[in-house]
């Protein structure tokens, strides 16, 4: 934990509209991981069945969009100023790993509330966790030539990868059977029929995920630039380049096929050029920077507070009785249950609005 500054060092400029956006982003997760009840969510807050992509698909590739954008606005400063390359990437390491053990705890705690069947290797945490470790010493050690030829080389060798693994359909797809012949029965789906596994964070997914990450820290080097010009132009191109691609092989975020990369990292590019003219730029509040400057701790504390929540048995008697029992019967079940994702998100509002004010912030 930290009081004042946050990341980068004293010298690191901080940007009000990637913070905004990082915060947003977060309570977007919250908004869609909590409904009140899973058999009735507005189709918008729910993932694509498997093909396709949903506004909530959009969430997770734009975080990890913006850990990329944050690791150039955060990291590079230091380089150009002369800090320590190697205590930069031991820094970048460590924290990773402290991102990534978080994860692990946080599903041995879901093991335990939910009474599962197995425990899971993979999250999103550890995704994050992996995502931030690569992308970090990418940018601590070349230049942007190769870090675009990486993201063309990932694009295309995954691809490549998937193309000739055969058919694309859940747990038979290349990307599940590595994943299960890894990690076994510690991935987040089995299914009883076959016995083959899949996990939509799974290891060899993460190489699409490391892509978005990166294409996050060229768009960032173009923010700390004031370049906005190529964050639309390399939008637009993304999002064409993206939506060809899916003739090919369909946008899949359970997958993280390449058109999904270049389809949600083409909004990305757009979102935050938008986020910076109105914010940064012309001074629009930041609506969402309290998630954004404790966006770990929030996603974190949350999630312990959920599993809190089921494991002493609290959870669907506090959803019945402050929400379905007198919204569903005049305005139905789908509205109780987006209530009580709104009054799960406004409370963390609250809790990370508190720790803001008083300049106190997490950091893993």
Known sequence: MSRGDRAGGPSAPRYASVDALRGLTVAAMLLVNNPGDWGHVFAPLE????????????????????VGVSIALALLPRV?????????????????????????????????????PHYRVMGVLQRIGLCFAAAGVLALHTRARAQWVLIGALLAGYGALLAT??????????????????LGAHVYQLDAATGRGHDPEGLVSTLGAL??????????????RGNRRALWIAGAVAMAAGLAWSSWQPLNKNLWTPSYVLWTGGIACWV?????????LRGWPPLGRAFGVNAIAAYAGSAFMLYALVALGWLDP??????????????????????????????WWGVVRVLDARKVYFKI
């Open 47 to 66: 993932h694509a069945a498997w093909h396709g992509c949903t506004p909530t698909d959009l969430i997770f590739p734009m975080f990890l969009f913006i």
């Open 80 to 116: 150009e100023r002369g800090d320590d390359v190697r205590a930069l990437t031991k820094t970048v390491l460590v924290r990773a790993a402290r991102i990534v053990g978080l994860g692990l705890l946080l599903h041995l705690c879901a093991l335990w509330a939910f009474d599962l």
């Open 165 to 182: 693994g055969g058919s694309l359909e859940p747990f038979v797809n290349i990307a599940s059977r590595i994943d299960h012949a890894l």
């Open 211 to 224: 892509a978005t990450t990166l294409l996050g820290l060229r768009a960032g080097e173009w923010l700390r």
């Open 272 to 280: 935050l050029a938008i986020f910076h003219s109105l914010i940064d």
């Open 318 to 347: 506090l959803y019945q009785h402050a929400f379905a029992g007198w919204i569903t019967p005049h305005s139905g079940p789908y509205v109780a249950s987006l209530s009580y994702a709104i009054a799960f998100v406004l409370v």
